[in-house]
C-alpha cells in the first residue's frame, strides 16, 4: 500500500519507522516542522516527504492530538481521493469518532479510528522508535456499518508492525473502557507526584514510585483534550477510586488493621482473578 502519515511525533514517527523496518508499504509522511521531516528521511523513516497532494493514498493515518486531527480532516478531506481510508491514532473515540465520520461521509470517504496502547515518557519524534508497538494491544473501532474489509486493513496492518492482542470495539465501548485502563491512571500520577516529599525521594524509591509517577509528565495540552472529550466515563472512574481510597482511609484514621487488611485481600484477590483471566485470553 502507500501510506500517508500525518504528524511525526512519538506515534506517528513510530508507525513510519515500524511500517520502514517491518513492511514493504510506501511511507510518506508530514509534519508542521519540517526539520523533522527530514530528519525522518535520514532515518530511512519515511520513502518520501508528502509532495502536497493526496492523490494516490490507500490509507492516510492522522496521529495528531484530537483537535488537530479533526481540524486537519475538516480542512482537507474535499482534496483526498475518494478509495482512501482514513484513520487516526487518538485516545478518544465516541463522538469524536461520529463527527470524523460526519465529515468522511460528506466527502465521499472512509473513516475507521484505531488506538495504538504503547507510549513512552516522553513525546516528539526523537523518542519514536520502529519497535514501540511490538507486543502492545491495539484498538480498532469501527462503527455497526463499517466497511469488513476495512477493519481487516487495519487489523492486518497492526499485525505486520508486532502488535498483540488486537481487539475490535464501538467507540463508544472504548472510551469507557479508556477511562478505566489509561486516563484515569494519567490523572492518579499527576495527582501522586503534588506531595511536598517529591523532591525528597531520591535514594528513598523503587519500582513502585517509578511505576505511579511514569507518566505524570504527560502532554497537558492533548491530556485535557482527551479528559474533556471523555469527562462522563473518566468522572464516573475517579468518582469510584476517591470512594474506594475514603475506604483506607478511615481504616487508617480509625486504627482498624482488620478493616485494612480485608481491604488490601479484597484487591489482592481481584488482581489474581484478574491475572488469572488474562492467561486464558487468546492474544
Not at 1 to 28: D, E, N, Q, R
Not at 74 to 94: M, P, R, W
Not at 245 to 252: C, E, N, P, R, V
Request: aromatic fraction near 8%; hydrophobic fraction near 35%; glycine fraction near 8%.
Amino acid at each position: 500500500m502507500k501510506i500517508l502519515v500525518v504528524g511525526l511525533g512519538l506515534i506517528g514517527g513510530s508507525l513510519c519507522k515500524a511500517l520502514k523496518k517491518y513492511t514493504y508499504h510506501t511511507v510518506a509522511g508530514c509534519d508542521i516542522n519540517h526539520d523533522i521531516e527530514n530528519a525522518a528521511l535520514r532515518d530511512v523513516a519515511l520513502d518520501e516527504v508528502f509532495d502536497g497532494s493526496y492523490e494516490g493514498y490507500d490509507l492516510i493515518i492522522i496521529s495528531l492530538f484530537p483537535e488537530g486531527t479533526e481540524r486537519f480532516f475538516a480542512e482537507n478531506a474535499s482534496k483526498i481521493s475518494k478509495n482512501t481510508l482514513i484513520t487516526d491514532v487518538c485516545g478518544i473515540k465516541g463522538e469524536f469518532s461520529q463527527r470524523m465520520k460526519a465529515i468522511a461521509s460528506a466527502n465521499g470517504l472512509r473513516y475507521t479510528g484505531i488506538h495504538p496502547m504503547a507510549g513512552k515518557e516522553f513525546g516528539g519524534y526523537y523518542n519514536s522508535t520502529a519497535d514501540l508497538f511490538v507486543k502492545a494491544n491495539f484498538i480498532i473501532a469501527p462503527f455497526e456499518d463499517s466497511e469488513q474489509s476495512d477493519v481487516d486493513m487495519l487489523s492486518g496492518l497492526a499485525k505486520e508492525i508486532g502488535a498483540g492482542k488486537i481487539v475490535v470495539t464501538s467507540p463508544e465501548n472504548h472510551d469507557k473502557m479508556i477511562a478505566y485502563t489509561s486516563q484515569l491512571a494519567h490523572i492518579v500520577s499527576s495527582a501522586y507526584v503534588k506531595s511536598p516529599e517529591l523532591g525528597l525521594e531520591c535514594g528513598f524509591s523503587g519500582g513502585s514510585f517509578q511505576d505511579m509517577t511514569r507518566i505524570a509528565t504527560m502532554n497537558e495540552k492533548m491530556w485535557t483534550d482527551l479528559f474533556m472529550q471523555n469527562r462522563e466515563h473518566l468522572q464516573y472512574e475517579l468518582d469510584t477510586l476517591i470512594e474506594n481510597l475514603t475506604k483506607y482511609s478511615d481504616a487508617l484514621k480509625k486504627g482498624d488493621s482488620e478493616k485494612m487488611r480485608a481491604l488490601i485481600a479484597e484487591g489482592r484477590e481481584l488482581k489474581e482473578e484478574n491475572l488469572r483471566h488474562r492467561v486464558g485470553q487468546p492474544n
